[in-house]
């Protein structure tokens, strides 16, 4: 039978074992950073392939910068620790392993100076979150976008997932799947959990950094895999609402959606109201890559083989 095992207070130990009280600062004040990283699971070589688990890291890394926290291990044995992990834990399924950086001191005081931080890895099995076949059905929250000059989207911090989960209850409480956040400007930024794309006249268009989106390791991997399997170049620009529905396709992207198309908006059907050809495309090409079916990415993908079969 699998049996979780973390990474906490320096040792692997299992899940249940990881606990923390509750007077620890980042409980008070969402004063923590965190990461997402899937292990997908290959039936053909029975193997879970851990997604850019380096790439994780550094974002992990500059994600402590913002929010001062100290980083004990480097990135090389972080790494290390994720795999032992994974492997230890014996899942043969679809795994989502969750770092977290954290203000583990137990002191009453909002600051990020002066508190010691603890490294958390946690590991649980997952499966699809958004509907990637039928596509995902969207609307355009009422919620603004945290913006860099109140607290950094850029830094994946635990307290900015209120406004994400604001306007994810919003969507689903209003009959959708997915919220598309605008940022304070009006533009649009990206889901509750996902970067957006839409495609007008063959091209690909994303909104830039700067309008306050997470700069998403699955979205890199949509670009660059459009480039250079489709030939298609993406361009980063301001995207307005009314653009929204007029898009041929649109499509989001994250660790844990993947690359799910969004078939419509506000009660409009983006095209035809089914996913369009280059997202499909795009689609089949990616999930070849994120389970290692495809040499070319390979170097993408970790192999993790578990030690214990159920
Ligand atoms: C707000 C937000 N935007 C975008 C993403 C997508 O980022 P990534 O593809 O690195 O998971 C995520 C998921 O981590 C997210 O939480």
Redesign the pocket.
Known sequence: MPTPYAYFQGDIVPLEQAKIGVMTHAFNYGTAVFE?IRGNWNEDDKTIYLFRVRE?FQ?LQQSCKILQLDLHDNIDRLCELTLEIVERSGYEEDVYIRPLVYKSSEQVGVRLHGLESDTVIFITPFGPYLDIEKGARCHTSTWRRVDDLGIP?RA?VTGI?VN?ALAKTEAQLNGFDEAIMLNADGHVS??????IFIIRNGRIITPMPSDN??E????ATAVELASKELGIETVERQIDRSELYIADEIFM????AHLTPVVEVDRRPVGDGKPGPITSQLSAIFFDAIKGKNERYRHWCTPARTRVTS
């Open positions: 997402g994780h974002r989207p994946k997932y994400s990206e889901g509750s959990g996902e970067n989106v997470l998403g390791i699955t979205a992207t994250g660790t844990a």
